[in-house]
C-alpha cells in the first residue's frame, strides 16, 4: 500500500507558535491562566471590586442638610434601614416578590408542560420561540403595554364594560391592601405586570426541567398503578422543581431589583429597587442606597446557596 | 388453562408504519416467554402493547382471559422492567421499590417492611437509603425488578433489561433473572435482540421480523429447526446453504441450514467436500474457521461455510485444504423464504 | 403518540398562556397606527402611517439609536472575548475554585440589575471616572458576559475533549488546533451568544442609568419618553420598530443553535 | 471667582425643572435656546430633576455646570459648597430683576449672591372643571373625603405631590383649619405640628391612587387615570389646557405653597464663562416672558410682563399670581434651628423618611 | 531490534488514585498489541501514555528506542483511533483524513490524492464529500482509520474502537482491522475490555488490573495458562479450582485451571469424580452445564465447576447425577494470587 508504505519522521514544529505550544503542553497551568486571567480581572476585580466599594458605601453617611456624604465609617446608615418605613418597603418587596414567583409557577408550569412533554416538531419550536421572543423584546415595551391595558381609561376597563361587568372590577378594586382606583394604580396592577414580565424567565426553566424527564418516568409510574394525577404529585413536580427554583431565581431576583415597574403601575409604595434608585439618584442617599442594595444581594445570596443544594444552578 | 396474554390479529399501525402487524400469540401462564427480533421488528410495541402503554389499531388483547382494550396501565396486573430501568431519581432505592404500594394505599409501615423483602430478594438488603444514581448498572436492574414485582403482577415484562449490562454482568444477571422466575412462578415477557440471551433464558421464543412473528418455538427448535432463512439467519451460527449448496450436502436442493459445530474436519483425501481454510478466529473454547468450498459453490450463494473447531483439536492453518464430514440428520430443509 | 393525548384543558391553559405572552406586545403594534396622540382610547379611533415619518425625522431617536448600536456593539465584543476564555477553562480544564468561577459569571444575571448598576456607578465616582461611552459599555459586558459563557460552555462540552487530543495527535499544535478545530467548532454558539448578547445590551435599561452620564440609548430615551412624552404614538412606533429588531438576533440565534442540546437564548 | 467673562467654552450643562429650558421641540413657539447657542456658540444640555431631592442630589454627582434650584434646594447646595458666589457685576442685567427677589434669603447668604433668581409661582389647585362646575375654594377637596358633584367620592380621583416638601401642603392646611396646633410657617413644625400634618397626610393616602411625581405622568393620568383634583403647577394646568382637556387652577383660601428658583453656578463648573452668559441670557431675553406663559409662573424681571420681549402680558403675569408675592409660602429647607427656637423644629432629614413612610401605608 | 513501545516502570497516578502503577511493557514492531483489562484498570491512561495526552509521574518511555518525555502528542510518530472516533465534524469525510497532511504542510493535490486512496483502501472511495454526521457507526470507525493511518504513524493506538458499534458489525470490523493491520505492518496497540475481541484479533495481550499487568502472553497462554487466578477469572470461560478442588482432580494442591470443554460427563459409576447438574444454560452450539460437586469440596471454595457439552450431545436434566472425565494435562496449576 502506497499511502503507507514508509512510515517519516514528523516534520519538526518550529517557530513561535511551535514553541509557545511546547510551553503550554508542559506547564497547563500557564494555559489555564492565560484564560482565566482576563476573565476574572473584569469580573473578580471590576465587578466584585464594584459589590465591595457598594458595601463600604453602606458604612458611610450623609449630612441631612447638604446631602454631603460623610466617608467616615459607621453603622447609623443601618440603623436607618431599620427604620419602620424602610422595612415596611423590604417586606413588601419580598411579599411581592414571593407572591410573583408563585403566580409565575402557576401560569408557567401549564406552558412548560406542554411545550416540554406534548408539542413535537412545528409546535415545540412555536413554543420555543413564542416564549424566547416575549422574553427577548423590549422590556419597556411590555411595561408601556401594561400601561396602556390597565389604564382606567385602558383596555381591561374597556372590556370588562363592554362585557357589563364593570361592577365586577370595581368590587375587585374596592378590596383594600390589593385594589385602588383603577387597575393601574394596584398593588394588583403591579402584580400583574411582575408576572407578565418575568413569566419567559420561569418557563424556560422548567420546559427545560421537564425535557429532562424521559417518558419512561412517567409510563413506569403509570404501569405502577399510578393515576395521571398521582403521577404528577409524586413524579413530575418532584423532577421539575430544580427548574422551578431556577425560575424563581430569576422572578425573585428581578422583582427585588426592579424600580421602572412599580414606578409606571402602582400606588407610588417604594419597593426595593424604586428605593434604591431614588435614594442614590433622587435623595443623593448613596449609603442608604447601598444598605438598602444589600438586601437583595443578601436574599439572593442565599436562595443561591438553597438553589445551588437543589441542583438549580445547571438550569440558570 | 387460559393464556396469560393473548394477541388474535393485533396490529399496532404509525401512520404507514406497520410496527406490530397482525400478531396472534399466546403466553401461558408461569412460562418465560422472549421476544426476538432486530431493531425495528416490533418487539417493544407489542410489549407496551401488554403494558397498555400503546393500544392496539386492529385486533384484540387478553390478559388471562379478559379483554384489555381501553384499560389504562395502571389498571392492569402487569408490571414492567424498562430497557433504562426508569427508577425515580428523585427517590431513593426503597421508595423506588415502595412506589407501587404507596400508589395502592398500603400502610407506611407494612410497603416498608414488604420493599425491603423484596430488596433482600434481589440480594440489595441495606441499600434501600441510596439514591438510583449511587447504584451499579446491575443493582439498578435489581432495584427495577423488584419494584415490579412488589406489587405482585401476574405478568413480568421486560424490556431488554440488559441491554445496558457489561458481558460478565449480563452473563450473571441471566442465570439470577432465570432462577428468580422459577422462584415466583409467574409469566415473564422478555425482550432480546441477543440470540444467545433469548435460546438460554426462555421456554419458548417467539422470533420477530417487521412486526410479524416468523417462528414461535423452544430455544432448541428456533435454533437446529429454523423454518425461515431469515430465523435461521438471525438466530445465528447457522450456516444457511443454497439449494444448490445443500443438494452438493447430500440434501434436497431447498435452502437448508447446517450447524457449524456439526461439521468435522478431516483430510482432503477421500472427503465428499473439501475446501481451503480462509479465515480463523480464536475464540477460546474453540476456533472458528471460514472454508472456501471453491468451484463447485453455485454462482448465487455463498460459497464459504463455517466450521467450529473444538477447543484441545488442531486448528489447520488458513490457506491449508481440508474436508469435511457431517452426519446426514444434522442438515435441515427448510421454508424457501 | 403523545401530542393528541394532552388534555384539553392543557392546550387551552398552554395556548392561553402563550397568548397573555403575545397580545400586549401586539397591542403597542396596534397603537402605533393609531391616529390619537394622546389618551390611550381603546379601541383606537383611526389609524394613519403618519407617525412613521414623523419618527424618522427625530434627530434625538436616531443619536439614541446610534449610540445603543455602538454600545451593543463594543460589549458584546468584549463579553465575547471575556465568555469564551472563561468558557474555555471551566469547561476544558479542572481547577481548584471552578465552581467559584462559574458562579461569579452568573452573579451579575443572579444579583438584580440594580445592583450591578449601583456598585458600578459607586465604583466609577470612588475611583473618580467619569460617565461615558465606555462606562455605559463596562456595565452592560458584565452582565453580557454569562450569556456567551452560556452558549460556549454548551458547546465545549459538546466538542468533546477527544477532538482537540485529536488535531494534536493528528500533528498540531494548541496555536493550530485553535484555528483549525477549536474556532470552527465553537462558531455557531458564539455568533449565538454574540447575538443575544447583542440583544440583552441592546434592551437593557436598569444598568443602563446607572452607567451612562447625560447620554441616552434608546432604552433610556423610552423610558424617558413613556414618562414625558412629547409625542406619543412616535414612542410606539419606536416601540414596534426595536421589538422588531431584537427579534432578528433571536431568531438568528435559534437558528443557529437548533437541534443542540443547549438552545441559545434560553437564559437571558 | 471670575472678574470678567471671556469667550464661551462652547456647551453648559443645566439641571432644570421639566419644561424650564425649552428648544422648541415641544411646542415650537417656545424656544428660548436656540437663539442663545446661536449668539454664544454654547450648546445647551438639560437634564430635568423632577424634585428639589434630585436636584440635589445631581449637584453633588457633579458635571453640571448651572441649577434651577428651588427655595427648598438652594440652601442646601450652598451649605454643602456644590454652589459658587456669581459676581452681580458680570450680569448687565441684574438690575432688571424683581427687587423683591433681589437679596432673597434663599440665594443670599451673609449679603452673598448665589445664583440669579429665574421664575417663581404657586403650587395651585388643578381641578375638572366637569366635576367641579365651580372653582374648588378650600384644599379640603384633596386632603378630606367627600363627595363630588358627579355624585361619586373623591377617593382614588385626587393626587397629592410625591415629594417630601409636600408635608408644608399638609401643614399649610392645618394652619387655616387647626388653629390651635399654632403653626406659624409650615416650614417650621414642632413635634406636634409636623405629627398632625403627618396624620392629615395617612388620612390623604386614603384618598390618594398614585401620588405625583413627574409632571408629564401627571398630565397623563388626569386624561387617562380619572384624577379630577390635585395639587399641581400651573405648567400642567397649561399642557392640559392646550390639549382641550377640561381642567382649570385655583389657589384656595388657605392658601398656597410655592417655589422661587434660582439659577445657580456649580463649584466647579467646567464652563464658567458659557454659565455667566446663560445668566444674563435667563434676564435679557424672551426667556423670562415666554418662559412664564409656558410654564405658568411668574418672571423674575417684571419688566418681562409688558415689554414684548416675548409673548407675557401684564394681564398673563398677574394671572400667574404676580400679586401674590406676599401669599404665596415658598419652599425652604425644614431645619431643626427655627423661629421656635434652637433644634424645636422637625428636620428635612425626617421629611424625607417620614414621606415615604406615610406614602408606603405606615 | 528495539521494541515499538516500551515502559520501564511507569506510573500515571491521579492523587491517590494509581491508574498505572509500575508498568514494564515491550511491545514488538508490527505487533497487534491488545491490552485487556476491566473498566478502571488503567488500559486508557497506557494508551494516552503512549500518545502523548499525559504525563508519567514516574518511570520512562520510549518509542522506538527514543525517550519521549516532555514531548508533546504532535511530536510524536504515533496515531490514535478514539473510542467515539473524534472525527472533525465541521470538515468532510476528505478533510477530515487529510488534517495530519495540511497541518503536516503537504501541497493540496497530493494531500487530496492521498487521501482519497487512504478512502479507497478503506473501502470508502466517493465517501469524501460526506460529513461524518451523515456516516454509519462502521463507516466512521474506516474514517477514523484512514484519518490515523494516512500519516503514515510507526504505532497506531485504538481505544476500545469498537465498543459501539453493535455485536454483527463489530465481527465483521474485527475481520477487517485484523486485515488490516496484516496489511499495512505497523505496530498496532489495541484497548478493549472484551476478552472475545483481545483473544481473537491479537498476537499477544497484556491482561491488566487495578493499574498493573498480570499478565503477557498470546491468547492460547492467555486464555489456557493463565498466571492469576484474576487472568482465569477474567479471560474467563475457564473453572477456576480451589487447592483442594484441584487434589481432588488430581493435581497439586494449588489453585488451578481446568476449562469446561475439557471436561466430559459420563456415567456416575466408576467415575472419579460425580456430581448433581444445577443449571443447564443453552448455548446454541453447545450446552453449558454448572456441576456441583458437593460434599468432597473444601469449604471455602467453589464446588461447582462449568462443563460444556457439545451440540448433538445428550444433555442430562437438572438433578441427575453425573460423573466427569478429563485429560490430567487439562489441569493447569497457577500462581496463587
Ligand atoms: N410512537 C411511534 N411513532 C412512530 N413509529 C413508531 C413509534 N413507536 C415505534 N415506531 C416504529 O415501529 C417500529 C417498531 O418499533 P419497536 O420499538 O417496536 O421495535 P423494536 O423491535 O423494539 O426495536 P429495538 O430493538 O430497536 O428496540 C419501528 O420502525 C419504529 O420506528
Ligand atoms: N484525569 C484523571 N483524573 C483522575 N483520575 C483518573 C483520570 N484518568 C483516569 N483516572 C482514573 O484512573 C483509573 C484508570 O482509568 P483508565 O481510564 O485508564 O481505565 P480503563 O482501563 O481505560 O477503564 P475503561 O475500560 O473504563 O475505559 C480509573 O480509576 C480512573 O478513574
Ligand atoms: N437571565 C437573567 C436575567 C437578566 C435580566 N434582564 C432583564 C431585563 C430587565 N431590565
Ligand atoms: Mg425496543
Ligand atoms: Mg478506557
Given amino acids: 500500500m502506497s499511502v503507507l508504505a514508509d512510515s517519516g519522521p514528523r516534520p519538526a514544529r518550529e517557530g513561535v507558535g511551535g514553541r509557545l505550544s511546547d510551553l503550554l503542553w508542559r506547564r497547563p497551568g500557564v494555559l489555564l491562566a492565560l484564560l482565566l486571567v482576563p476573565p476574572l480581572l473584569w469580573l473578580g476585580v471590576v465587578y466584585l471590586g464594584s459589590l465591595f466599594a457598594l458595601l463600604l458605601q453602606s458604612f458611610f453617611s450623609i449630612d441631612e442638610f447638604s446631602g454631603v456624604i460623610d466617608r467616615t465609617p459607621t453603622l447609623k446608615t443601618y440603623g436607618e434601614l431599620l427604620r419602620p418605613a424602610n422595612l415596611d418597603i423590604i417586606w413588601r418587596t419580598v411579599l411581592m416578590a414571593a407572591a410573583v414567583t408563585v403566580a409565575s409557577v402557576a401560569v408557567a408550569f401549564p406552558i412548560a408542560y406542554y411545550a416540554a412533554r406534548h408539542a413535537r416538531g412545528r409546535w415545540k419550536a412555536l413554543f420555543y420561540l413564542g416564549v424566547m421572543l416575549p422574553l427577548w423584546s423590549s422590556y419597556l415595551v411590555k411595561v408601556y403595554a401594561w400601561k396602556l391595558i390597565l389604564a382606567k381609561e385602558g383596555i381591561v376597563g374597556w372590556g370588562f364594560d363592554s362585557l357589563g361587568l364593570g361592577r365586577v372590577l370595581e368590587a375587585f378594586l374596592a378590596v383594600p391592601g390589593i385594589g385602588g382606583n383603577s387597575l393601574s394604580v394596584s398593588p394588583t396592577g403591579t402584580f400583574i405586570v411582575f408576572v407578565y414580565v418575568w413569566l419567559p424567565f420561569m418557563i424556560l426553566p422548567i420546559q427545560a426541567a421537564l425535557e429532562r424527564v424521559p417518558d419512561s418516568l412517567v409510563e413506569a409510574s403509570g404501569d405502577l398503578g399510578a393515576t395521571p394525577g398521582q403521577t404528577f404529585r409524586h413524579v413530575i413536580w418532584p423532577l421539575a422543581l430544580p427548574g422551578v427554583v431556577a425560575g424563581s431565581i430569576f422572578t425573585f431576583s428581578l422583582t427585588l431589583g426592579d424600580y421602572i415597574i412599580p414606578q409606571i403601575i402602582g400606588t407610588s409604595a417604594r419597593f426595593i429597587g424604586l428605593a434604591v434608585y431614588q435614594y442614590q439618584g433622587t435623595a443623593g442617599n448613596v449609603p442608604l442606597a447601598a444598605a438598602f442594595a444589600v438586601v437583595p444581594i443578601v436574599i439572593m445570596g442565599s436562595y443561591l446557596a438553597v438553589a445551588k443544594r437543589l441542583g438549580a444552578f445547571d438550569a440558570l | ?337 | 403518540m403523545r401530542p393528541d393525548r394532552a388534555p384539553w384543558w392543557l392546550k387551552a391553559m398552554a395556548g392561553g398562556g402563550l397568548l397573555f405572552l403575545h397580545l400586549p406586545i401586539l397591542l403597542i403594534f396596534v397603537y402605533a397606527f393609531s391616529s390619537e396622540a394622546k389618551t390611550f382610547v381603546w379601541p383606537p379611533p383611526g389609524f394613519t402611517l403618519q407617525w412613521f415619518g414623523r419618527a424618522w425625522a427625530r434627530p434625538d431617536i436616531w443619536e439614541a439609536l446610534s449610540l445603543s448600536l455602538r454600545v451593543a456593539l463594543i460589549a458584546t465584543l468584549v463579553a465575547l472575548v471575556l465568555g469564551t476564555l472563561c468558557a474555555a477553562a471551566v469547561a476544558r480544564t479542572r481547577f481548584f475554585g471552578r465552581e467559584a468561577v462559574s458562579l461569579l459569571v452568573v452573579l451579575p444575571i443572579a444579583l438584580p440589575g440594580i445592583i450591578t448598576g449601583i456598585s458600578l456607578r459607586s465604583a466609577f465616582s470612588l475611583a473618580d471616572i467619569p460617565f461615558s461611552f465606555w462606562t455605559i459599555v463596562l456595565g452592560h459586558a458584565t452582565f453580557c458576559i454569562v450569556v456567551v459563557y452560556n452558549n460556549a460552555v454548551a458547546r465545549f462540552r459538546r466538542v468533546s475533549g477527544n477532538l482537540i487530543e485529536a488535531s494534536m495527535d493528528l500533528g498540531a499544535t494548541y496555536g493550530q488546533t485553535l484555528r483549525h478545530v477549536i474556532l470552527p467548532n465553537i462558531a455557531t454558539a458564539l455568533l449565538a451568544g454574540g447575538m443575544l448578547a447583542f440583544a440583552l445590551s441592546f434592551d437593557e435599561v436598569i444598568v443602563t442609568t446607572f452607567t451612562a452620564g447625560q447620554q441616552a440609548t434608546l432604552p433610556i430615551w423610552m423610558l424617558e419618553e413613556l414618562v414625558r412624552p412629547r409625542e406619543r404614538p412616535v414612542t410606539n412606533v419606536v416601540a414596534m420598530v426595536v421589538v422588531l429588531v431584537t427579534l432578528l438576533p433571536i431568531l438568528g440565534a435559534y437558528y443557529l443553535t437548533r437541534g443542540t442540546e443547549t438552545v441559545a437564548g434560553s437564559g437571558k | 471667582q471670575m472678574t470678567e467673562v471671556g469667550d464661551g467654552e462652547g456647551a453648559v450643562s443645566i439641571v432644570a425643572w421639566p419644561g424650564y429650558i425649552e428648544r422648541g421641540e415641544t411646542d415650537p413657539a417656545y424656544d428660548w435656546v436656540t437663539g442663545f447657542e446661536q449668539a454664544t456658540g454654547c450648546m445647551v444640555d438639560v437634564k430635568t430633576a423632577n424634585t428639589s431631592d434630585e436636584m440635589v442630589a445631581l449637584m453633588n454627582e457633579g458635571g453640571f455646570d448651572l441649577v434651577t434650584a428651588s427655595g427648598d434646594a438652594s440652601l442646601r447646595l450652598v451649605a454643602g459648597q456644590r454652589v459658587q458666589a456669581i459676581d452681580t457685576d458680570l450680569i448687565p442685567s441684574w438690575s432688571k430683576v424683581d427687587d423683591r427677589l433681589k437679596d432673597a434669603p434663599w440665594h443670599t447668604v451673609d449679603g452673598v449672591h448665589y445664583g440669579v433668581p429665574y421664575q417663581w409661582g404657586p403650587n395651585v389647585l388643578m381641578y375638572r372643571t366637569d366635576v367641579f362646575p365651580e372653582a374648588p375654594t378650600s384644599w379640603n377637596v384633596v386632603f378630606e373625603e367627600q363627595t363630588l358633584s358627579d355624585g361619586q367620592s373623591n377617593k382614588g380621583r385626587v393626587q397629592a405631590y410625591d415629594g417630601p416638601i409636600y408635608i408644608a401642603d399638609a401643614a399649610q392646611y392645618l394652619m387655616a383649619h387647626k388653629p390651635e396646633l399654632g403653626i406659624t410657617s409650615p416650614y417650621e413644625l414642632n413635634e406636634d405640628q409636623y405629627k398632625a400634618a403627618l396624620d392629615l397626610l395617612r388620612a390623604q393616602r386614603e384618598l390618594v391612587g398614585r401620588y405625583w411625581h413627574d409632571a408629564m405622568i401627571q398630565v397623563d393620568d388626569v386624561q387617562n387615570e380619572g384624577v379630577v383634583a390635585s395639587s399641581s403647577w400651573p405648567f400642567q394646568v397649561n399642557l392640559l389646557k392646550a390639549d382641550g382637556a377640561p381642567v382649570a387652577s385655583t389657589i384656595p383660601e388657605e392658601g398656597a405653597t410655592g417655589w422661587a428658583d434660582t439659577l445657580m453656578m456649580a463649584a466647579d463648573a467646567e464652563h464658567p464663562n458659557c454659565a455667566y452668559r446663560f445668566m444674563e441670557h435667563s434676564l435679557s431675553s424672551n426667556l423670562q416672558s415666554d418662559l412664564s406663559v409656558w410654564f405658568g409662573s411668574v418672571p423674575a424681571v417684571p419688566a418681562a410682563c409688558s415689554d414684548g420681549s416675548g409673548q407675557q402680558t401684564q394681564e398673563g403675569c398677574d394671572a400667574n399670581g404676580f400679586q401674590d408675592f406676599d401669599r404665596i409660602r415658598f419652599w425652604t429647607t425644614p431645619t431643626a434651628d427655627c423661629s421656635q427656637g434652637e433644634g424645636a423644629c422637625v428636620p428635612y432629614y425626617r421629611w424625607v423618611s417620614d414621606y415615604i413612610g406615610v406614602i408606603g401605608g405606615r
Fill in chain 2, 1 to 337: 388453562m387460559t393464556a396469560a396474554v393473548s394477541f388474535r390479529g393485533v396490529s399496532r399501525h404509525f401512520g404507514t408504519v406497520k410496527a406490530v402487524d397482525g400478531v396472534d400469540l399466546d403466553i401461558a401462564e408461569g412460562e418465560f416467554f422472549a421476544m426476538l427480533g432486530p431493531s425495528g421488528s416490533g418487539k417493544t410495541t407489542c410489549l407496551r402493547l401488554i403494558a397498555g402503554f400503546e393500544t392496539p389499531t386492529a385486533g384484540r388483547i387478553e390478559l388471562f382471559g379478559e379483554d384489555v382494550s381501553g384499560r389504562p396501565p395502571y389498571r392492569r396486573a402487569v408490571n414492567t422492567v424498562f430497557q433504562d430501568y426508569a427508577l425515580f431519581p428523585h427517590l431513593n432505592v426503597l421508595d423506588n421499590v415502595a412506589y407501587g404500594l404507596m400508589i395502592a394505599g398500603v400502610p407506611k409501615a407494612e410497603r416498608r417492611r414488604r420493599a425491603e423483602e423484596a430488596l433482600s430478594m434481589m440480594a440489595l438488603p441495606g441499600y434501600g437509603g441510596r439514591k438510583p444514581s449511587e447504584l451499579s448498572g446491575g443493582q439498578r436492574q435489581r432495584v427495577a425488578l423488584a419494584r415490579a414485582l412488589v406489587n405482585r403482577p401476574r405478568v413480568l415484562l421486560l424490556d431488554e433489561p440488559l441491554g445496558a449490562l457489561d458481558l460478565k454482568l449480563r452473563e450473571q444477571m441471566q442465570d439470577e433473572l432465570k432462577t428468580l422466575q422459577r422462584k415466583v412462578g409467574i409469566t415473564f415477557v422478555f425482550v432480546t435482540h441477543d440470540q444467545g440471551e433469548a435460546l438460554s433464558m426462555a421456554d419458548r421464543v417467539a422470533v420477530f421480523n417487521e412486526g410479524r412473528i416468523q417462528q414461535v418455538g423452544s430455544p432448541e427448535e428456533v435454533y437446529a429447526r429454523p423454518r425461515t432463512r431469515f430465523v435461521a439467519d438471525f438466530v445465528g451460527g447457522s450456516n444457511v446453504l443454497h439449494p444448490g449448496v445443500a443438494a452438493l450436502f447430500g440434501g434436497r436442493p431447498a435452502w437448508a441450514s447446517l450447524r457449524p459445530e456439526a461439521l468435522r474436519l478431516g483430510p482432503p483425501e477421500g472427503a465428499r467436500i473439501t475446501g481451503v481454510v480462509t479465515a480463523a478466529r480464536y475464540l477460546g473454547a474453540a476456533t472458528r474457521l471460514v472454508v472456501d468450498l471453491g468451484a463447485g459453490a453455485p454462482p448465487d450463494g455463498r460459497s464459504d461455510v463455517a466450521v467450529l473447531v473444538p477447543g484441545g483439536h488442531p486448528v489447520p492453518a488458513p490457506g491449508t485444504r481440508v474436508g469435511l464430514a457431517w452426519d446426514a440428520e444434522a442438515l435441515h430443509p427448510m421454508a424457501t423464504e
